[in-house]
């Protein structure tokens, strides 16, 4: 059976331990050298950068986010492994994990590091389509001449070359597909490297959950829950032409997944239509001051990857889910477009606020779209605010002592809440 080492690199056809330098991280399979989809997702990625800074921090549980009152942004597997999960509140988090280190997210440094990973794909292939700072789907399909070796090996290489050059550790998914391939990324994090091939996809699909698809949220598996569907294996019991009429374009989407079907190809040139971020309660709630944090930080979330990306947005966008699961959207058209958090965080207040009686929030999330290249944002005079242009200078002059000094040598105390 065609097999790699992950250490060294050497390709092999029989064992459990690498022939050449006797490691036993081996990934071994049929189909192995013939795949050329895949999915690279780097783990736990913010808490990554944090211990790799911080040597001391290696073996212990690293939480990202705010106060006790604040929520977890992400952590790292220790905590998880004691229970804590993204967007939990911190009061739960430190009751679940009390000798967790707690550090404030830098979101312009995990910026940085994220462009470097990606000059690292891009050594690979150009095909190559970003999901989010710390994953993307990448094509190698015909780069073995290339490479003088098959797609497995250079993606082996990728994750090999991110530890040992960046610092941080990234799992790949390999299949034939991009469905495929996501899910792969997450059977054996972290550090992993797994393999969904052509032959296995029915059987291996066949008695997985239905929140396996991505895409497939909590009210959308009630929604199959109550068609009595709730394995991969259900799905394939209906009829497509039923599940469309009962589902809607959604169902015709199930239906081909359930059979490992997945067309779309890795699309390096797909325009940004939009950046949001969003954040999940663990427990509902309506403190208008934690709410008001939430929307400073998502702001800062949304404006450090616009910045990232040279973009800026015409409209804001805010997106509020209630308890109930029913969900406010709003979006409101801006005079000229914007990357500046300042300016997000004040459009997405005035829209929370113009809601009315919401009730206790089970999510909420910032966003912009209608994007723009950066150089035709922030460049007008707002009569109606002349302390805009304060605020403007302001905030570039916080990004460049960031840049230089970190992003905790500037913080706003709403950031705190």
């Given at each position: 059976?065609p ?17 050449s ?15 050329s989809i895949?999915?690279m ?6 808490a990554s950068?944090e211990?790799?800074?911080?040597p ?6 690293v939480i990202i ?8 942004s ?5 905590a998880r ?5 993204s ?7 430190l009751e679940l994990?009390?000798?967790a280190v ?7 440094l995990y910026v ?13 292939t150009?095909a ?6 710390d ?8 780069t ?7 797609p497995?090996v250079?993606?082996a ?17 390999l ?5 495929l ?5 997450d ?5 992993g490297f797994?393999v969904?091939?052509?032959?296995e ?9 239905v929140?396996i698809?991505?895409?497939v949220g909590v ?8 068609a009595g ?6 799905l394939?019991?209906w009829?497509?032409a039923d599940l469309?009429?009962r589902?809607?374009s ?7 997944l ?6 779309r190809?890795?699309?390096a040139?797909?325009p940004?239509k939009?950046?949001?971020k ?6 509902n709630?309506?403190?208008?001051d ?9 702001s ?8 990232a990306?040279?973009v800026?947005?015409r409209v ?19 005079s000229?477009?914007?990357?500046l958090a300042d300016?997000?965080y004040r459009?997405a207040?005035?829209l ?8 206790p929030a ?13 150089e ?7 009569l109606l ?5 304060k ?7 916080t990004?460049?002592i960031?840049?230089r000094?970190?992003?905790?040598a500037?913080?706003k105390?709403?950031a705190?809440?």
């Open positions: 059976m097999a790699m080492c992950r250490h060294c690199l050497t390709t092999f056809e029989k064992g459990t331990r690498c022939p330098c006797r490691s036993p991280r081996v990934t071994a399979h049929p189909e192995l050298f013939d795949l895949a999915h997702d780097c783990d736990a990625f913010y950068v211990k790799r800074d911080r001391e921090l290696a073996d212990k549980p986010g705010g106060g006790r009152r604040g929520v977890v992400t952590c790292c597997y220790v492994i004691r229970g804590v999960r967007a939990m509140p911190m009061f739960k988090a994990c009390p000798d707690v550090l404030k997210g830098r979101m312009d940085e590091v994220s462009k470097q990973v990606r000059a690292l794909m891009e050594e690979l150009p190559i389509e970003p999901l989010s700072l994953e993307a789907f990448l094509d190698l399909t015909g073995a001449r290339l490479h003088g070796a098959p497995a250079m993606l290489r990728l994750t090999k070359r991110m530890r040992e050059e960046i610092g941080i550790t990234g799992s790949i998914g299949s034939h597909n991009k469905f391939a996501k899910i792969a990324s059977l054996d994090k972290p550090r797994a969904i091939g052509r032959a996809t029915e059987a291996f699909l066949t008695p997985q959950p929140s698809i991505w895409g009210v959308g598996q009630e929604s199959l829950k109550k569907i709730n394995t991969i294996g259900d394939k019991r009829d497509r469309s009429r589902f809607g959604m169902g015709d989407r199930l239906w081909h359930a059979r490992g079907e997945d067309r190809a890795v699309n040139r797909r940004v939009s950046i949001s969003e954040t999940t309660f663990h427990e709630t309506a403190d208008a934690a709410l008001d944090g939430h929307l400073w930080r998502l800062e979330q949304v404006s450090a990857r616009a910045k990306k040279d800026a947005g804001v966008t805010l997106k509020f889910k209630r308890a109930d699961f029913s969900t406010i959207t709003r979006r409101h058209a801006l000229d477009p914007t990357q300016r997000i459009e207040r005035a929370l606020d113009a809601t009315g009686e919401r009730g089970r999510l909420i999330g910032v966003g912009i779209a209608d994007l723009v290249r950066a035709e944002a922030d460049r007008g005079n707002d605010d002349p302390n805009a242009e605020r403007r200078e302001a905030e570039r002059a990004d460049a960031r840049a000094f970190g992003v905790d500037i913080r105390g709403r705190l809440r």
